[in-house]
């Protein structure tokens, strides 16, 4: 084949795949209510492409409005086609520095030797980090949303709180019984440690929500395996966070060195 005949059939392959891709997005505008309308607006055509190949999976059935809208992610409030309630976190294109941030908790860790680094890459892989540590934290006993699948940048998890109206954030809310809190949160952070060989490493008041008067841990994508390099200053920041929001609100905190040991025990890492 001469080349510019080889040259045309690519082109008319590339047509065809962009003639298709352009079918599905109608498709999915088509039935898409006016929330979804605004999906469109949102997001990327990869993006769609992953929340159309999960409502034909039939993981997701509908997706209402947003929930929350962070920096890295965007979090919406779906069902499934049995009418369970989703969590769906989509993680964003981001920019260089976040990127740098991302490394320091990739590296080191030996569940991720030899990672692409290109953007795209690195945020498929920190949504699939994040499903890891909740499916080794949800198997484990700790409490965290229950993990239901991930596809590319796309997270879907049970959802915490009602209507589409997430739990409260720790932060957000004023406990009647703050000690009661503090001691299942640490009774969470311990086992995260030792039975999914876990340290959160973002732990604060932002990343706990309270729900039917009993903590919630999320937010994961940065939780490091025990054996990262860093674990132990992340665990120590983890817990010195914990110990600055409790103790504001009266609970008696003992040193950290000895929460330190509480959690670790004498667990080789
Ligand atoms: N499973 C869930 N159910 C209900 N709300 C959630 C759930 N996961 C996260 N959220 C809400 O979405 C917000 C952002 O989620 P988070 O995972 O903390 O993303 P980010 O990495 O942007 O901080 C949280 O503050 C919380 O209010
Ligand atoms: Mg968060």
């Keep these: 084949m001469s080349g ?4 045309s059939k690519v082109l008319e392959k590339l047509k ?7 079918k599905e997005r109608m498709m999915l505008t088509k039935d898409l209510s006016s929330e979804r309308a605004v999906l469109e607006e949102v997001f990327d055509r990869s993006t769609l492409m992953t929340i159309y190949r999960l409502m034909n999976k039939g ?14 992610s965007k979090l919406y409030w779906g069902k499934d086609k049995e009418g369970n309630n989703l969590a769906i976190k989509i993680f964003l294109t981001v920019s260089a520095e976040f990127k740098k ?23 498929y892989l920190w949504a699939q980090k994040e499903f890891k540590n909740l499916h080794s934290a949800f198997e484990a006993g700790v409490s965290v949303p229950k993990p ?14 009602e209507n589409g109206i997430g739990a409260p954030l720790l932060r957000e809310i004023s406990l009647k019984n703050p000690g009661k809190i503090y001691r299942q949160v640490l009774a969470n952070v311990k086992r ?43 665990l120590l920041r983890d817990l010195e966070n914990m110990i600055r929001y409790f103790k504001r609100l009266g609970v008696a905190v003992p040193p950290i060195e000895e929460l330190f040991k509480k959690v670790t025990g004498n667990v080789k890492s």
Excluded: C
Aim: aromatic share 10%; net charge positive; hydrophobic share 40%.
């Design 16 to 22: 065809r795949r962009e003639q298709r891709y352009e």
């Design 148 to 161: 239901i699948a991930v596809l590319r940048n796309v997270l879907i998890m049970r959802f915490i709180g």
């Design 192 to 234: 995260l440690y030792r039975k999914a060989g876990l340290v959160h490493a973002d732990l604060s008041e932002y990343n706990v929500m309270i729900w039917k008067g009993k903590p919630v841990l999320f937010d994961v994508s940065q939780a490091v395996s025990r054996k990262h390099p860093m674990a132990n200053e992340f």
């Design 4 to 7: 510019r005949r080889r040259r």
């Design 59 to 72: 993981v997701i059935g509908e997706i209402y409005g947003s929930v929350k809208a962070g920096k890295e």
């Design 101 to 123: 941030g991302m490394l320091v908790y990739i590296q080191g860790d030996p569940r991720f030797t030899g990672v692409r680094r290109d953007t795209r890459s690195l945020i």
